[in-house]
């Protein structure tokens, strides 16, 4: 029965262009790489001389893709961009920690010094509109056209990394932060069948599986992956008008809705191990692997992290939407920038139009767990869950992700993160929705 849920939840794949399609459309005429572009009509002997492209030079890239699954992402990017552009140097600057936790400190002072990296990875929506406002990263209008523009790139998307007409990012990829991934035999054992359809309903889920001998029902991280599980107990109560409303200006968090979301993520927190501030994800996430938790809320590099840890889908782990928000998509998306001063800007946008390309997003989104945010690659290339993901994005409600960049800034994201880890240790509703509702005071505009 359970499982008969998981797969409606799930849905079929949808058909799309084979990627085989695209390669030429991924050439850009600005750079100077072969890319694969053009080669259709080429003989056997000139495919066999064609001579690695590229600008040439070190290519600098800053994520936070340093370990894990994250890092095997991030590796498959490297090495599609080794194979079109060998004649650039990619130099990982990756710095560990999810959600960028360390890693936007490091990039906010190399910034400000003048010394940034030649691309950096950045969160389409108010993230990305911190450094368009600080004038750190210009416009990328042309590597955005030649890879196709809004016939490839979804116009919802592309509307979030516009500015005055100006595009300022390539986007990688979308992931959707309001996902269960929970442990099929601990669910199993304490006789727990169909998803719960609200927060009420899996409270009482988590108190069977308490029952059933296993003391940490929820697994959970330091505090940004709090504030990710609080913002999808935020959307689950407030519905995602009432979620979406909490973004726009002079919008009230003081409410009735917002203190039910916090008396609710108590409760879930009841159920729930102790972390301290720097856990990472994974850990988590590797928690209901091993059966010591029965679920992680956790955005969808998670499913990567499942499948390299050999595990199945299905038999070993299931997954649904947090409990209350099914048929909404809180969506954020990864781009990579193009920074003012970079040393060496055709290098970065070799790095961009690899990005970019339908081989690249394949290659990246398969061995990270989100979805291309190309609309034409072809879902039929992804396991099962990549293909439900790319069902839900067209027909689900789209709701944007605080805890990674897509709602609020990074001002305001500091201040969320500060109130919620506060929460942790005091368990005060009342002083969490005061500090919330400060916060979007101050920067709700
Ligand atoms: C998000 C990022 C994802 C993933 C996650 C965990 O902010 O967009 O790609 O890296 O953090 O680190």
Same mark, same amino acid.
């Given at each position: 029965m359970f499982v008969m849920r998981r797969r409606a939840f799930i849905s079929t794949g949808i058909a799309g262009l084979g990627v085989s399609a695209l390669v /030429?459309?991924?050439?850009?005429?600005?750079?100077? $790489? !072969?890319? /694969? $572009?053009g080669s259709a009509a080429a003989g056997p002997e000139q495919e066999a001389k064609s001579v690695p492209g590229g600008a040439g030079g070190k290519v600098g890239v800053f994520t936070w893709w340093a370990d894990g699954s994250e890092k095997l992402g991030l590796e498959a990017l490297q090495k599609e961009f080794k194979s079109q552009f060998g004649k650039d140097e990619f130099v990982n600057l990756a710095v560990a920690g999810g959600a960028g936790s360390n890693a936007k400190a490091k990039l906010a002072s190399d910034l400000a010094n003048n010394n940034p990296p030649d691309s950096f990875q950045g969160h389409a929506g108010a993230e990305l509109l911190d450094y368009i406002g600080k004038d750190q990263i210009v416009p990328v209008d042309d590597v955005i056209a030649d890879l196709g523009g809004s016939d490839v790139f979804p116009q919802n998307l592309l509307d979030r990394i516009t500015v005055k007409g100006s595009i300022y990012s390539v986007p990688s990829n979308i992931h959707r932060a309001n996902v269960v991934w929970a442990n099929v035999e601990v669910l199993e054992k304490a006789g727990v069948g169909d998803p719960p359809t609200d927060l009420a309903g899996w409270l009482d889920a988590m108190d069977a599986v308490k029952s059933s001998g #296993?003391?940490?029902p929820l697994a959970t991280g330091g505090s940004w992956t709090q504030v990710h599980l609080f913002e999808t107990v935020l959307l689950s109560t407030l519905g995602a008008d009432g979620y979406s409303a909490l973004f726009e200006p002079g919008a009230k968090w003081d409410s009735a809705e917002v203190t039910q979301a916090a008396d609710s993520y108590k409760s879930m927190l009841e159920f729930a191990n102790t972390a301290s501030d $720097?856990?990472?994800w994974p850990p988590a996430t590797d928690a209901v692997i091993a059966g010591k938790a029965a679920y992680n809320v956790m955005g969808d590099w998670a499913v990567a992290e499942f499948t390299s840890k050999k595990q199945k889908e299905g038999t070993d782990y299931t997954y649904f939407p #947090? !409990?209350?928000?099914? $048929?909404?998509f809180d969506f954020l998306a990864d781009s990579f920038t193009l920074p003012r /001063?970079?040393?060496n800007p055709a290098g970065a946008k070799d790095w961009l139009m690899l990005v970019g390309s339908a081989e690249g997003q394949l290659a990246f989104n398969l061995a990270k767990g989100s979805i291309p945010a190309r609309t034409d690659v072809a879902a039929d290339e992804f396991p099962a869950y990549q293909q439900s993901a790319m069902e839900s994005f067209k027909s689900d409600t789209i709701v944007s992700s605080i805890a990674h960049g897509a709602a609020v800034n990074q001002a305001w994201l500091s201040e969320i993160t500060t109130a919620i880890s506060k929460f942790y240790g005091s368990k005060d509703t009342a002083t969490l929705v005061e500090d919330l509702a400060a916060a979007a005071d101050k920067n709700a505009g």
């Open positions: /030429g459309c991924t050439t850009s005429e600005t750079t100077t $790489g !072969p890319q /694969g $572009g #296993v003391s940490t $720097g856990d990472d #947090v !409990p209350g928000t099914d $048929g909404v /001063g970079a040393n």
